[in-house]
């Protein structure tokens, strides 16, 4: 989540566009950023990969619900279920659903992380769960990254003392959901792919888990698959 765009004239605009797609924005919720663009690529690649009719897929923090619509757009019959804990988030995410007619095909949801799917049944049936989590710390929001705050919401960056407690939380409980063989693909902070795929390492439910770099060489994805 760098400072790749400007906020201020995307909120002035009240539009941004990310993978070909024109998306609204409103103060309260974060600014997609170009960089997401990665995970959204590589999620709709390894969508289209599996040759499934009918791919189900969770959109976790969905803020703006830039990545549902983009992957809804490009995954023909996907059912997507996207969620965030603020009500800014959740409400903007489906008002950019409705501009792009895809209420019969992406439901928003409120809650915190997991919770916000409780009682739909999902579980054991997910193909794939994309998240772009806060991941930046407490203590850099105060030093070299505050100017961040200025404008967005500290939701959606702060990530508790080394900016990993989400992608931490997210790991834990992603496989309660993930079918076998199912995909879990994160975006992560500059230098933070290494201990994020140690984190998936470590734990028995996932595999394969790989690193995806931008074209500076940098790892911003990393996905693992569920274990049958």
């Known amino acids: 989540m760098s400072e790749t765009i400007n906020v201020a004239e995307a909120y002035g605009r009240g539009r941004t566009w990310f993978m070909g797609v024109e998306l609204l924005v409103t103060p309260g919720a974060l600014v997609p950023r170009p960089e997401t663009e990665l995970l959204g690529r590589t999620a709709v690649d390894a969508l289209r990969r599996t040759g499934?009719?009918?791919?189900?897929?969770?959109?976790?923090?969905?803020?703006?619900?830039?990545?549902?619509?983009?992957?809804?757009?490009?995954?023909?019959?996907?059912?997507v279920w996207a969620s965030d804990l603020t009500g800014e988030c959740v409400e903007l995410a489906r008002r950019?659903?409705?501009?792009?007619?895809?209420?019969?095909?992406?439901?928003?949801?409120?809650?915190?992380?997991?919770?916000?799917?409780?009682?739909?049944?999902?579980?054991?049936?997910?193909?794939?769960?994309?998240?772009?989590?806060?991941?930046?710390?407490?203590?850099?929001?105060?030093?070299?990254?505050?100017?961040?705050?200025?404008?967005?919401?500290?939701?959606?960056?702060?990530?508790?003392?080394?900016?990993?407690?989400?992608?931490?939380?997210?790991?834990?409980n992603a496989p309660r959901y993930l079918r076998p063989g199912g995909l879990l693909l994160f975006e992560v902070g500059l230098g933070q792919d290494r201990q994020v795929a140690t984190l998936l390492e470590r734990n028995d439910a996932y595999e394969?888990?790989?690193?995806?770099?931008?074209?500076t060489g940098a790892g911003r994805v990393v996905m693992a698959c569920a274990r049958g």
């Open 96 to 172: 950019n659903v409705a501009c792009h007619s895809l209420e019969s095909c992406v439901a928003v949801l409120q809650g915190d992380l997991f919770e916000a799917l409780s009682g739909l049944q999902l579980e054991r049936t997910i193909d794939m769960i994309v998240c772009n989590p806060p991941y930046i710390s407490e203590s850099r929001l105060k030093g070299d990254r505050a100017s961040l705050l200025t404008a967005e919401p500290r939701e959606a960056f702060a990530a508790g003392p080394y900016g990993l407690s989400i992608h931490m939380r997210v790991t834990k």
């Open 208 to 215: 394969n888990v790989r690193v995806v770099t931008n074209e």
């Open 52 to 79: 499934l009719p009918a791919s189900r897929i969770i959109d976790m923090c969905c803020g703006s619900g830039n990545l549902a619509c983009a992957i809804s757009l490009n995954i023909p019959g996907a059912r």
